[in-house]
């Protein structure tokens, strides 16, 4: 071949594998890489966690019935007797009582409350364990829909650069080439095989256990479009005040427990006035010659132990409020940390995307200076590999930044629902 003609037969090496380097990050308004909504609600109701929640849900409901109609019952007692009296005879008697406890004023009001107080713990609690299904599932979903990504861009680079080894060894045999470079890009070759065998072995694994949480066939999303064009809309800002914290349902659930401990502390403190018990009897003597019939009242007794009872739920009430603010102080950690995260996975994707932009640059130019003669192959190849890395790294990164906003908006959009009626 003729000296003039070496650049063309560069330029044909390389031609296929910079094809692959000239596709830039998708940038379309497209579909956010987000799993259906469908599936997921599906997936999210029939979550261990979400039944058990919804369970206990019901567990509460019934508890809140057996409160408002209280823990006593009516009573009916009877006793029989014969009674035997020297020279006028036996005589058959019997009585019988009818009695029940009474809850004295303010008690009963009390105990609705507890009642009702379970259900918004409860509904609180099922609408935490609908979140930590949702942030488990969108877990694997974005380690799944990223193992496919690289996984799918290492086949492609794989194809391409098959292709590119292929028309080197078809030169190298022309004697454009010497055996050298023939072997440099066939160790290239072998290395990028390994790595995209590994990449599918992951995506397959991650795939697998996806499944075992969400029912998808595959987890593959294409034209998804880039954080940055739309991540202003897809989540609410931590710093809008206390609001997201009071409305965590972690948050709600603490102060549930907070207020049923306090109308404990005053529920224990009337029982210093126990319920009495209140009757009527009814009764036949001598054999029905005396009918007898009254009322009848018990109290029971025991002040002190009534009286360490109060200060046991005060101390109660007491531990709940600081347990409490606790748990405020945690909230309002994580809502911090959740937006701290999407800003920075946010700011990473652009700095990386910039990056991708320039060693894409580069393994253009670096095209040129080899087709020059300025450039040998092995600097090429060098130039080209630190190219797809960063494609690469730009990817996981956009992907990360996805994964950052669903999980604010998996924080922002938990809205407690009103409890059902404890009637």
């Not at 070496?6 to 308004?29: E, F, H, K, T």
């Not at 403190?269 to 126990?274: D, F, K, Q």
Request: aromatic share 4%.
């Amino acid at each position: 071949m003729k000296e003039a003609d070496r650049p063309v037969a560069r330029q044909g090496i390389w031609l296929l594998v910079l094809m692959a380097m000239s596709v830039a990050p998708a940038v379309g308004y497209a579909a956010p890489p987000l799993p259906p909504a469908d599936r997921l609600s599906s997936a999210i109701a029939a979550a261990p966690e979400t039944r058990a929640a919804q369970a206990r849900l019901q567990q509460a409901q019934s508890e809140a019935r057996l409160l408002h109609l209280g823990p006593y019952e009516w009573t009916l007692s009877g006793a029989g007797a014969r009674r035997n009296i020297d020279g006028e005879g036996r005589y058959h008697e019997w009585e019988t009582a009818l009695e029940r406890p009474v809850r004295l004023p303010g008690k009963a009001a009390l105990d609705r409350e507890l009642g009702r107080l379970a259900i918004v713990r409860a509904n609180a609690e099922l609408q935490l364990a609908q979140r930590s299904a949702r942030l488990e599932i969108l877990a694997a979903w974005f380690t799944c829909v990223q193992a496919a990504e690289r996984a799918a861009l290492l086949d492609q680079d794989l194809a391409f650069l098959q292709r590119a080894f292929d028309t080197i060894a078809t030169r190298r045999r022309g004697g454009d080439l010497a055996e050298y470079d023939e072997a440099l890009a066939g160790a290239e070759l072998a290395a990028l095989r390994a790595t995209a065998t590994a990449a599918r072995m992951t995506a397959i694994d991650a795939s697998r256990l996806l499944a075992t949480r969400l029912e998808v066939s595959n987890c593959e999303v294409p034209n998804w479009d880039a954080p940055v064009r739309v991540s202003g809309g897809h989540y609410v800002d931590a710093h809008l005040g206390e609001q997201n914290v009071t409305a965590d349902p972690t948050v709600q659930a603490s102060a549930g427990v907070v207020e049923t401990a306090s109308i404990t502390a005053e529920r224990v403190r009337r029982e210093r006035w126990p319920d009495p018990t209140l009757g009527v009897t009814y009764g036949r003597e001598r054999g029905g010659e005396e009918q007898l019939g009254g009322l009848s009242i018990s109290i029971p007794l025991g002040f002190r132990r009534r009286t360490a009872e109060v200060a046991k739920a005060e101390a109660a009430a007491a531990v709940a409020l600081a347990d409490h603010d606790m748990v405020r102080a945690d909230v309002r950690r994580q809502w911090l940390q959740v937006e701290a995260e999407r800003r920075r996975t946010l700011e990473v994707w652009l700095a990386l995307a910039a990056a991708e932009s320039q060693q894409r640059r580069a393994a253009e130019l670096s095209r040129r200076a080899f087709e020059l003669g300025e450039l040998s192959l092995s600097e090429s190849l060098l130039v080209t590999r630190m190219a797809l890395q960063a494609r690469l790294a730009e990817r996981e990164a956009a992907l990360a930044a996805w994964h950052a906003v669903a999980v604010g908006e998996a924080y922002a959009s938990t809205a407690l629902a009103q409890p059902p009626d404890a009637d």
